[in-house]
């Protein structure tokens, strides 16, 4: 059956920013799927939630609570992974982001920070990774771009760098890294998360986004989550060094920040 292709029955994942929005919904979809799955995120209660509907699916969680934003951080959550479940086979690096803000205000200090946060701490989880997911015999490494990376729109230089780097990090590690670990991107657009609260609760700006989308609609979480599965899987097993764009056809940012020109 080709729906057999998308189990992971037996497998061990790592997801990054799992309590709430993607994150969360990634780890119950691989958790649906068969695996054991990592939690982390800053907010014990969230993970604890997320780890509840995963043992209703009848798998186990296993809970860290972290402050992700440095690298060290992440890098620990490998050995968590082999001490709790003995193995790894999955890495999703979801965590990430950075506040819109204007090229002017844009200290050297921002950017680098961006990246550190979308690019750094998504290398120290990969690279601590590697042992463990050469020992199980191969995996799947899986990182959250945005459509930020690959066009352009005022407010969103650092963040958009950040994630355009990420982009090209995750070609250049499937490179190092073929052919017993696969590394590959989603680039989500606009899903309803919380990052995207102010426009989901507000009626006027929804309806502005969705008419600039292709699609007509913002993405649910559950988008994303469906397409890691599918990277992370044994579906995805001749895929490799890709960027997967889930974002509802965008070509251009759906609702724009209104910064004027500069005088």
Do not use: C
Not at 75 to 104: C, H, I, K, S, W
């Amino acid at each position: 059956m080709i729906l057999d292709r998308f189990r992971l029955t037996g497998k061990v994942a790592v997801v990054t920013g799992s309590g709430r929005g993607i994150g969360a919904a990634t780890a119950l979809a691989l958790a649906e799927a068969g695996a054991d799955v990592v939690l982390s995120a800053r907010t014990r209660e969230q993970l604890d939630e997320v780890a509840a509907r995963i043992a209703d699916a009848g798998r186990k969680a296993h809970v860290v609570p972290a402050d992700l934003t440095g690298p060290a951080a992440a890098g620990m959550l490998a050995d968590a992974a082999v001490e709790t479940f003995g193995r790894l086979d999955v890495v999703v690096n979801n965590v990430g982001g950075t506040f819109p803000r204007p090229l002017a205000d844009t200290s050297t200090e921002f950017l680098e920070e961006a990246f550190r946060f979308n690019v750094g701490t998504a290398h120290a989880l990969t690279r601590a990774a590697v042992p463990a997911l050469l020992e199980a015999g191969g995996g799947a490494i899986v990182n959250v771009s945005s459509v930020m990376g690959r066009v352009s729109g005022r407010g969103f230089l650092a963040y958009g760098t950040a994630k355009g780097a990420l982009a090209q990090y995750t070609r250049l590690a499937a490179a190092d890294l073929a052919p017993k670990i696969r590394v590959n991107a989603v680039a989500v657009g606009s899903v309803a998360t919380s990052a995207l609260q102010v426009v989901v609760d507000n009626p006027a700006l929804r309806e502005r986004m969705e008419a600039a989308t292709p699609l007509r609609r913002i993405g649910d979480p559950e988008d994303i989550a469906a397409a890691i599965l599918y990277l992370t899987s044994p579906a995805g097993s001749y895929v490799t060094g890709k960027v997967l764009q889930v974002d509802g056809g965008q070509q251009a940012p759906n609702l724009e920040l209104g910064l004027p020109d500069l005088t």
